[in-house]
């Protein structure tokens, strides 16, 4: 079976290249469009998530916001699962600065098949 991951994701062009990608690398994929809805794809224990690919800058509730109430939850799976900031924001390069704030790590958009196979075999 097939590793599933969670894209938090509000570009509709994003989300559709990030499909693309995760099917032709032999994944599952499902989305959120906000960082509430995110959470809640998180927190949904009949479609576990292996891996979780987090923009930053979300309606309703940011990336930060969004990996800082997932790494919350008591004794819950998704609290200890990798999540990954997607962002086309220098800063988050940053290695130190993705731990600080509860991320994994870091891929820069846009996201390029290299970098995200990298990525993901790394840490599945």
Request: glycine content about 6%; overall charge negative.
């Amino acid at each position: 079976m097939p590793s599933q991951i969670l894209v938090v994701e509000d570009d509709p062009l994003s989300r559709f290249m990030m499909s693309e990608m995760l099917e032709d690398l032999g994944y599952d994929a499902i989305f959120a469009e906000d960082g509430e809805l995110g959470v809640q794809a998180a927190k949904n224990g009949s479609c576990p998530v292996d891996l979780i690919l987090m923009d930053i800058h979300l309606p309703k509730k940011s990336g930060q916001e969004a990996v800082n109430e997932i790494r919350a939850l008591p004794d819950h799976p998704p609290r200890n699962i990798p999540i990954i900031a997607v962002s086309a924001d220098g800063r988050w390069q940053d290695a130190e600065r993705v731990k600080d704030y509860g991320f994994t790590s870091a891929v820069a958009k846009p996201v390029r098949m290299a970098d995200l196979r990298a990525l993901l075999s790394l840490h599945l």
